[in-house]
């Protein structure tokens, strides 16, 4: 079946750091792909998505690029905060069902 | 609107032990999901419904019984616990592909613990 692999973790960075998390997926066809962020003890938020090829989603600072050639999403960020520290997962699917990579836990350190 | 609600927060069973996960959203959305988060694993598919009275099975169904009879409502029932079945379950809703969404909107999730 289709999969998801993002980049293992935990990461830690200094605060205004540049961020890359790697994502890519096996799905055929144009999946709709989505970025969903876990602060602690919470459920997951929809962080920022793309549906077709070249599409950029972008949100809070973060971005990420559907790249069909390479079949990755990879989420960046600039300059990372303190308060960007939580669990982000990749995904890939639609409104039935969501494949998700098994997760980065980020910490960003003063 | 209140979104996507879950009850409880928190459960302890004992092995053997049944119970239903309440999960409830406002939005009319038509789809709703299951997911449960273990170390390691992300979120893995347990049952969806595209509407009410319409249910299938994800990746992990093993286990579980849903039934779609509003569409308000998707409750999870576990038959007989196993404590290969703690986890944090969180429940899921996104409106139609006919209305151009394709984005699923995730409850706070329940932490279940099988002892």
């Known amino acids: 079946g289709d999969s998801v692999t993002q980049m293992e973790g935990p990461v830690t960075l200094s605060e205004e750091a540049f961020l890359t998390i790697n994502c890519t997926y096996t799905?055929?066809?144009?999946?709709?792909l989505f970025w969903y962020v876990q602060y602690p003890g919470e459920g997951l938020q929809l962080l920022l998505k793309?549906?077709?090829?070249?599409d950029k989603g972008s949100n809070k600072g973060f971005e990420a690029t559907y790249r069909k050639e390479t079949t990755s999403f990879h989420l960046e960020k600039g300059s990372v905060q303190v308060s960007d520290s939580a669990v982000y997962f990749c995904?890939?699917?639609?409104?039935?069902?969501?494949?998700f990579g098994t997760g980065t836990r980020l910490t960003i350190i003063p | 609107n209140a979104g996507v609600t879950q009850t409880p927060k928190f459960q302890v069973l004992k092995t053997g032990q049944s119970m239903t996960l309440q999960c409830a959203q406002d939005?009319?959305?038509?789809?709703m999901s299951w997911y449960r988060q273990d170390p390691g694993m992300g979120l893995r598919l347990i049952h969806y419904?595209?509407?009410?009275?319409?249910?299938d099975q994800g990746e992990v169904p093993n286990g579980y019984n849903v039934s779609r009879s509003t569409t308000e409502d998707f409750p999870l029932r576990l038959l007989s616990a196993a404590p290969s079945q703690t986890s944090v379950y969180f429940c899921?809703?996104?409106?139609?592909?006919?209305?151009?969404?394709?984005?699923?909107?995730f409850g706070p999730g329940t932490r279940l613990t099988v002892l």
């Open positions: 419904s595209v509407g009410a009275g319409i249910t």
């Open positions: 799905a055929t066809g144009y999946p709709s």
């Open positions: 939005m009319n959305h038509e789809y």
């Open positions: 899921a809703s996104s409106a139609s592909i006919s209305a151009g969404a394709d984005t699923q909107y």
């Open positions: 995904a890939e699917g639609g409104n039935e069902k969501l494949t």
């Open positions: 793309a549906t077709k090829a070249d």
